[in-house]
C-alpha cells in the first residue's frame, strides 16, 4: 500500500480526528499516544506497533483487522 493511500489507517484516522475538531497534539494526549507517532501514522510511515495502533483507532470505536486485499493491489517484490 502507498504511503498516505485513502485506504490507510492513517488517512482514515486523521480524517476522524479533524471531523472531531481535535489537533494532533489533543489527540495524543487524549489517546495517551506520543506526538511523533500521530504524525508518522497520519503520514503514512508503517509501523510494527499493532498495540498502538489499535490504540488510536479505539478513540473511535475501532480496531485493525485483517482485510483480504485484490490480488492487483498486492506489490511483489521482484516487480520493483
Known amino acids: 500500500m502507498k504511503k498516505n493511500s485513502r485506504n490507510s489507517i492513517g488517512f482514515f484516522l486523521k480524517?476522524?480526528?479533524k471531523?472531531?475538531?481535535l489537533t494532533q497534539e489533543e489527540f495524543a494526549i487524549r489517546s495517551g499516544l506520543g506526538l511523533r507517532f500521530v504524525r508518522?501514522?497520519?503520514q503514512g510511515k508503517q509501523t510494527v506497533r499493532?498495540?498502538?495502533v489499535n490504540q488510536a483507532l479505539a478513540m473511535f470505536g475501532?480496531?485493525?483487522a485483517p482485510v483480504k486485499?485484490?490480488?492487483?493491489?498486492?506489490?511483489?517484490?521482484?516487480?520493483?
Open 15 to 17: 480524517q476522524k480526528r
Open 19 to 21: 471531523a472531531t475538531g
Open 40 to 42: 508518522e501514522l497520519e
Open 50 to 52: 499493532l498495540d498502538k
Open 62 to 64: 475501532y480496531e485493525a
Open 69 to 80: 486485499i485484490a490480488r492487483d493491489e498486492l506489490e511483489v517484490e521482484d516487480d520493483k
